[in-house]
């Protein structure tokens, strides 16, 4: 299997490649040449499957030569021993038609950690083959900074530096990060947003002092093998709902078009699935591009689901690349357009192609914190966090078949986000056991300003070179 940038221009990479790329070479991002199929018999013979066995056997195709079927099938296993759940991703009942996939019982407490704890385990596999080494350099918001330094904590070949904006990531998640003791991690508090510490991260990624003396690579959801590790638990929950006789919908809480464009994935590889829903918050760039064909960005406005609040959404591009007739020079055109502009319209075909599969809504703080209500109130106490809530939300006001089941996916606990869930509730959701004594533990960050040249000076000071 060989993987092509969605700008058409960057080399084509085997699946080792492109996990280590991160982003191709011409700001592209790396799809698959063409999309594996299952047909309808292999996918009733995935049924009771154990999940890493599962997990395989959906993704053997994606990886090709680079891991024999045996060695992926081992690192499934490794990668998903360390969760809390013996289904991985078990499936919970609301009501006669709404499920929750509850993708958070992973070591950080939200769903990045199913791709992550893998992801960690392909590079360290593809780094000691190549005798090399790799410098992480990552932005975040919160969740994934915790689920990839959890990863990769400890590796010999891995260094990680990870930027969070001081002040406004949640005590939880901040504790996360900075009570990991391991040598190779580096926490950086920044002065200044997330988005000023996510445009330090890609200026290093273009910094040729840099780029020449260390292999930087990305641990967001750019990065296609996160995506592919994603791919799974749709299958795990459509088989166990009737699938594939029986087309299942998904609602999911979105921000960077990440975890729903696994959906797509899905389905194109064969997965019955009636309907996917892009929630939003009121950050709702992707609900007006999906609605009206307008994808502008504005301003970012905080909310109670901070992972969702993002105006510009990687991951959508592939969709773009994907339905619009993979067409690498003219999307390369467009995405020029958008980064001057910051506004483009969708093309008929973008949008007719997306339309076939894709359904979107907003959800605002009162109707978060309503749906919070509703699963406490009549789901017998069930505890979901804010961005979970916008997904469901979603899914009760969605209009699909009354015989259709909907799976909102559950992204993190709702001990996260704590302080938002008990606003809502009234309750106050415990940290689950395996976080242990995560307020007991000593932090340990530097705190550096919101200047380029400070970052990458620490990063250079910190990072061992690649080989
Ligand atoms: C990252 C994240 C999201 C958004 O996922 P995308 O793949 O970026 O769309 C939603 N909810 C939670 C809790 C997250 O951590």
């Not at 199913?114 to 000691?128: H, K, R, T, Y």
């Not at 926490?187 to 040729?208: E, T």
């Not at 959801?221 to 594939?244: D, K």
Request: proline share 5%; hydrophobic share 45%.
């Amino acid at each position: 299997m060989d993987y092509v940038s969605t700008r058409g221009s960057a080399p084509a990479l085997d699946f080792e490649g492109a996990t280590l790329a991160g982003l191709a070479a011409d700001g592209g991002l790396y799809v698959p040449r063409e999309w594996p199929t299952f047909r309808l018999d292999e996918i009733v013979a995935m049924r009771r499957l154990p999940y890493p066995e599962l997990a395989a056997r959906v993704m053997q195709s994606f990886v090709g030569d680079c891991l024999t079927p045996q060695r992926l099938r081992e690192l499934c296993e490794q990668a998903y021993a360390r969760f809390a759940h013996v289904a991985v991703t078990p499936l919970t009942q609301l009501d006669e038609r709404n499920w929750l996939l509850e993708l958070f019982h992973g070591p950080t407490l939200a769903f990045k950690d199913v791709a992550l704890q893998l992801l960690g385990l392909l590079f360290e596999e593809f780094l000691s083959r190549r005798d090399e080494r790799l410098t992480i350099v990552g932005a975040t918001s919160g969740d994934t900074g915790s689920a990839a330094i959890d990863a990769v904590a400890g590796r010999e070949r891995i260094d990680i530096f990870m930027l969070h904006p001081k002040g406004r990531v949640s005590d939880v998640q901040r504790r996360q990060m900075t009570t990991v003791k391991a040598p190779n991690v580096y926490n950086i508090a920044i002065d200044g947003s997330f988005d000023d510490a996510q445009a330090m991260v890609k200026r290093m990624f273009g910094d040729a002092n840099m780029t020449g003396r260390f292999r930087i690579s990305a641990v967001n959801s750019i990065n296609w093998a996160r995506l592919m590790a994603q791919v799974v638990y749709y299958f795990a929950a459509a088989l166990q709902l009737g699938g594939p006789e029986r087309k299942v919908a998904f609602s999911v809480p979105t921000g960077n078009f990440g975890d729903v464009f696994a959906g797509h994935v899905a389905a194109r590889m064969g997965l019955p699935i009636q309907r996917l829903i892009v929630a939003t918050n009121v950050n709702d760039i992707l609900h007006r591009a999906l609605s009206a064909g307008d994808y502008s960005a504005g301003e970012v406005t905080p909310t109670a689901a901070p992972s969702m609040d993002i105006q510009v959404s990687s991951n959508f591009e592939r969709l773009l690349f994907d339905v619009g007739g993979r067409d690498g020079a003219a999307l390369a055109e467009q995405m020029r357009g958008f980064e001057t502009t910051k506004a483009m319209r969708l093309t008929n075909a973008q949008r007719e192609g997306a339309a076939a599969l894709f359904a979107s809504a907003r959800g605002d703080a009162g109707q978060m914190s309503q749906a919070m209500r509703w699963a406490w109130e009549h789901c017998d106490g069930e505890v979901i966090d804010p961005h979970t809530a916008i997904g469901l939300h979603a899914a009760r006001e969605a209009d699909l078949p009354a015989d259709v089941p909907i799976v909102t996916l559950a992204t993190a606990h709702p001990a996260k986000f704590r302080d938002a869930v008990e606003r809502a509730t009234g309750v106050r959701p415990a940290l689950p056991p395996r976080v242990g004594d995560l307020f007991e533990r000593d932090e340990r960050y530097v705190e550096l300003p919101g200047d380029y040249a400070a970052i990458a000076a620490y990063v250079a000071e910190h990072a061992t070179p690649s080989r």
